[in-house]
């Protein structure tokens, strides 16, 4: 009878303990920041920023109050809906976590209001014992809480489902834990990655690391995210992974909307810095109209464009070209643009001229070039020599005036925050010439000695093909070698699809962006613009813009307007 009172005594006192700590666990934690004007100040510095018009899947923010503006500026953009819940994935930066992944029931206060959890799914994700672990350590890591009071004004009626991850954890680890957040995410959460970047470095490494992470996001693969390093690359890779690979599930596209160095914010130069990136994801199917902030550069880079043949009489029809300029500066914004220009710009174009010769009137070239804000003007390609080095001298003249950069072969033009190397691989003016770039020729960029980034601009491939050969990678590698961060090619006609990082990020490759004004039916060709955001630090993030047949909407716009007149 001893025996029996003493066990349940026993099971008695062990189901009050159980019960204190539950109580314990739900608990509010307190405020981890006692001044607000940090938060405040923050805030203010964003308020001008527009939020995106679409529901957002994820965002990527930093978590060192060093940058707040940069947190801020994240989850004001996010600020355009509600969400049900919020998943905010960070590190544990000190490794107080005895499991790969860790949570908390417990709520939150912060200097601007209180931040509730989503008990029911956080119960679900401890239910997985062993692989998601229940812990304080949420109390002092910054990485949740310097969001909180952010997430708080911006989106003040969201739960978290707050998930630290440990620097032991895996990519087989973040695939598991993926399938399990996969069954509940809806279109009312937003998945939150908060991590800092490159650590360690000096300014210039630690940019070439940043620009590695960058193009392997811009390529959205997710096998070199996985192979990012710590913490040259991030302060943890699999949350990286992880949200990358939950928005792929989701289908969500990915814009940066900031890439800083400690040293843009701090008093002093700091020798070893950290790096913060600031990007939202969505489904960004309309794609233009997207907040731009004012501190960040754009320019487009664009596939093959003449005003010769037969969209000259289009380029002269007012109704047409009217339409064909408002439909390319909808995406552009009057932005800086470089295109590939097929043809030569003369006084006096030739009435007779064979079916393969394209050449612009000067007057009307010089008002598209303008209108059009067109920077650059690459004649690294097949139709610069259709009228012998004098029609090549009057080009280069005629652009001149008109305040556009003569982009030679196999020469390197400084813009003001890239440089570009145009080059071109074939020709056809007499008998045509294939696998015309050498080694030499590219040595050039070993002598280059600018702090910009280098860009190739390449007239290659096959026309019609949308994917690259061996030769063209094997042009890839080479440029890499020397230093190349961007390589986009001109000529095949069609658009290549997506983006494709080599080395770790070492070079992105856009291997066509088919055409951007040429006389051809949307039924052979298509084409795209490459949206190049250039960052205060010298770093840049690239878009492809998928655009419509601009020759086909001048023959419309002439045919009804011509109707119209009858």
């Known amino acids: 009878m001893k025996l029996v009172s003493f066990v349940f005594a026993a099971l008695l006192s062990s189901i009050t303990v159980m ?12 405020a981890f920041y006692l001044d607000d004007a940090t938060f405040k100040e923050a805030i203010a510095a ?3 920023l527009a939020p995106y018009q679409e529901r957002l899947t994820g965002l990527i923010v930093p978590h060192h109050l060093l940058v707040a503006p940069l947190i801020a500026r994240g989850f004001k953009l996010a600020s355009g809906h509600s969400y049900k819940r919020a998943v905010l994935l960070f590190p544990d930066h000190f490794r107080q976590s005895r499991s790969v992944f860790s949570t908390s029931t417990r709520a939150y206060e912060t200097v601007l209001g209180s931040v509730d959890i989503d008990i029911p799914v956080v119960e ?12 304080d350590l ?28 440990a620097t032991a954890a895996t990519r087989e680890d973040a695939d598991r834990l993926a399938t399990e957040i996969e069954k509940w995410i809806d279109d009312e959460t937003i998945i939150i990655q908060s991590t800092d970047f490159s650590h360690f470095h000096q300014f210039a490494e630690a940019r070439k690391f940043d620009q590695q992470t960058l193009n392997v ?24 992974y992880l949200n990358a690979r939950l928005q792929s599930q989701l289908g969500a596209q990915v814009h940066v909307v900031s890439s800083k160095n400690s040293n843009d914010f701090a008093q002093t130069y700091l020798k070893e810095t950290t790096s913060y990136i600031t990007a939202v994801y969505g489904d960004f199917s309309k794609e233009v109209g997207h907040p731009v902030p004012d501190d960040v550069e754009v320019l487009y880079l664009a596939g093959d464009f003449t005003l010769g043949r037969n ?3 289009l380029a002269q029809h007012p109704a047409s070209a009217i339409a064909v300029k408002d439909r390319i500066l909808e995406v552009t914004k009057h932005e800086p643009l470089i295109v590939n220009l097929e043809g030569v710009v003369l006084p006096n174009v030739p009435r007779a001229l064979r079916e393969t010769s394209l050449a612009m009137p000067e007057k009307l070239a010089h008002e598209w070039l303008t209108e059009l804000n067109i920077k650059g003007a690459s004649l690294a390609n097949n139709h610069s020599g259709d009228f012998g080095e004098l029609g090549m001298e009057l080009t280069k003249d005629s652009l001149e005036r008109a305040g556009v950069h003569s982009l030679e072969n196999l020469t390197l033009t400084e813009f003001d925050n890239l440089t570009v190397f145009a080059a071109t691989d074939l020709k056809s003016t007499g008998s045509q010439q294939k696998d015309l770039l050498s080694e030499n020729d590219l040595e050039n960029l070993f002598k280059y000695e600018g702090s910009n980034p280098i860009i190739a601009f390449l007239h290659w491939g096959e026309e019609y093909v949308s994917s690259p050969s061996a030769r063209e990678y094997e042009l890839v590698d080479e440029l890499r070698q020397r230093g190349v961060t961007l390589v986009v090619g001109a000529h095949p006609h069609v658009r290549s699809n997506g983006l494709v990082s080599f080395a770790g990020g070492e070079t992105l490759l856009i291997y066509s962006l088919g055409n951007f004004l040429f006389d051809q039916s949307s039924r052979i060709s298509s084409g795209a613009v490459a949206e190049i955001r250039i960052f205060p630090q010298g770093t840049y993030f690239v878009r492809l813009i998928d655009i419509p047949n601009y020759y086909e909407t001048g023959i419309e716009a002439a045919q009804f307007d011509d109707a119209a007149k009858e």
Do not use: N, W
Request: charged residues 25%; negative net charge.
């Open 124 to 135: 679900e994700l401890l239910k997985l014992d062993g692989f998601v672990e229940p812990s």
């Open 138 to 165: 949420f109390d002092e890591e910054h990485a949740i809480r310097a969001l909180l009071p952010f997430l708080k004004h911006y989106l003040p009626e969201t739960q978290i489902v707050p998930i630290a991850v």
């Open 311 to 313: 969209v000259l009489k």
């Open 46 to 48: 964003e308020e001008s």
């Open 217 to 240: 996001l811009a390529a959205g693969d997710l096998d070199q995210i996985a192979e990012l390093r710590l913490p040259d690359h991030v302060d943890s890779v699999i949350a990286f």
């Open 19 to 30: 019960s204190v700590c539950i109580a314990e666990d739900r608990q509010t934690y307190p």
